[in-house]
């Protein structure tokens, strides 16, 4: 939950700035629940096409993938 200090500085009472933190939002919640549901089409949604996605192993080694790599690792890997 977004603490009201946090909150008033996010929004501020300007439209296209509440308007920016809001799609940002969206996007993060969209990520989150695409991994946890494996939903492909909604990290193809969230994700702009030519990204690089990186993140680490579970043994340490740092991996960097296009989001086509990206998205047939989550659907081959198990959902959390």
């Known amino acids: ?9 996010l ?14 939002e969206r996007s993060v919640q969209n990520y989150f629940d695409g991994l946890i549901t494996s ?8 994700f702009h096409p030519t990204v690089m996605i ?3 192993s579970s043994v340490g080694k740092l991996n960097t993938m296009s989001l086509d790599t990206f998205l047939k ?3 081959t890997a198990p959902a959390p």
């Open 1 to 9: 939950k977004t603490s009201p200090l946090l909150y008033r500085r």
């Open 11 to 24: 929004y501020d009472g300007d439209p296209a700035r509440r308007h920016k933190t809001r799609s940002i």
């Open 39 to 46: 939903d492909l089409a909604l990290l193809e949604k969230t």
């Open 54 to 56: 990186s993140g680490y």
């Open 73 to 75: 690792f989550v659907e």
